[in-house]
């Protein structure tokens, strides 16, 4: 069964940034577009970030400006840099098809202190 497995979080600065990265376990990543979400506490999961079939991203207007969604497929990878990062930003951060229909992985975490 397909997972993901995300990474790169940590503690940042208001101001800073982080590249998050998820990795699939099986290189699929030509069938179907591929996003970020994002859970911050309290709230529900939400799609910040889109990558489709032809690489045209998508971003939520939070984050836009700011985020950029990346892929490499022959690596089963795809990527979140994250810049100008602030304390809304914070949450887990998690990788799935758009619409979200794997099992959710683990998640990377991303706290932002002031």
């Known amino acids: 069964q397909l997972q993901f497995v995300e990474n790169g979080g940590g503690l940042v600065q208001r101001g800073g940034s982080l590249r998050l990265s998820c990795v699939g376990s099986e290189p699929i990543y030509s069938i179907k577009d591929i996003g970020w979400y994002r859970q911050a506490p309290g709230k529900e999961r939400e799609l910040v970030a889109r990558i489709s079939l032809r690489n045209v991203p998508q971003y939520s207007e939070s984050v836009k400006g700011r985020f950029t969604i990346s892929k490499d497929s022959p690596k089963k990878t795809i990527y979140l840099q994250m810049d100008s990062l602030t304390s809304d930003d914070a949450g887990a951060y998690y990788c799935?098809?758009?619409?979200?229909?794997?099992?959710w992985g683990p998640g990377t975490r991303v706290t932002v202190s002031e």
């Open positions: 799935n098809w758009v619409p979200a229909s794997a099992p």
